[in-house]
């Protein structure tokens, strides 16, 4: 199982580099089940604000909305989540959203993260696989 990041989604959709063909990639291989892939609800949240900055705001609901369609569980996050997402910013100086991603990870067991973001390699019990080296058959 591994949790995908929110800036996976983002770089499939916007990014014309091989860093967002590689993102692209993974989700045709969660849409083809060759990833068992998880992610926070938090994860809407980024990719809508993202996307609504470079496509406007109706597109670019109806692109995350799309994200539903992928077999991925999603984590709920919840009060547990936060509390457990303020002690890991407080003591790893993580940005707020860094922090719920790696808490929902941290109290769901979940050690390997595909992300294109460094922050996480602060985290001695987090593995992050940057996309392009995610190997999956």
């Given at each position: 199982?591994?949790?995908?990041?929110?800036?996976i989604f983002i770089s499939a959709i916007t990014s014309q580099t091989t860093t967002g063909a590689a993102c692209k990639a993974i989700l045709d291989g969660v849409l083809e089940n060759k990833i068992k892939a998880v992610t926070s609800a938090?994860?809407?949240?980024?990719?809508?604000?993202?996307?609504?900055?470079?496509?406007?705001?109706?597109?670019?609901?109806?692109?995350?909305?799309?994200?539903?369609?992928?077999?991925?569980?999603?984590?709920?996050?919840?009060?547990?989540?936060?509390?457990?997402?303020?002690?890991?910013?407080?003591?790893?100086?993580?940005?707020?959203?860094?922090?719920?991603?790696?808490?929902?990870?941290?109290?769901?067991?979940?050690?390997?993260?595909?992300?294109?973001?460094?922050?996480?390699?602060?985290?001695?019990?987090?593995?992050?696989?940057?996309?392009?080296?995610?190997?999956?058959?």
């Amino acid at each position: 199982m591994i949790y995908l990041d929110a800036n996976i989604f983002i770089s499939a959709i916007t990014s014309q580099t091989t860093t967002g063909a590689a993102c692209k990639a993974i989700l045709d291989g969660v849409l083809e089940n060759k990833i068992k892939a998880v992610t926070s609800a938090l994860t809407f949240d980024e990719v809508l604000w993202k996307l609504r900055q470079v496509m406007g705001y109706e597109l670019a609901i109806d692109t995350t909305e799309r994200m539903l369609e992928l077999p991925i569980k999603i984590i709920t996050v919840d009060s547990r989540t936060i509390r457990e997402a303020l002690d890991l910013a407080r003591h790893n100086k993580l940005k707020p959203r860094d922090a719920i991603h790696a808490a929902t990870m941290k109290l769901h067991g979940i050690k390997d993260i595909c992300s294109t973001d460094p922050d996480f390699d602060a985290l001695h019990w987090i593995k992050r696989i940057p996309p392009e080296k995610l190997k999956f058959s």
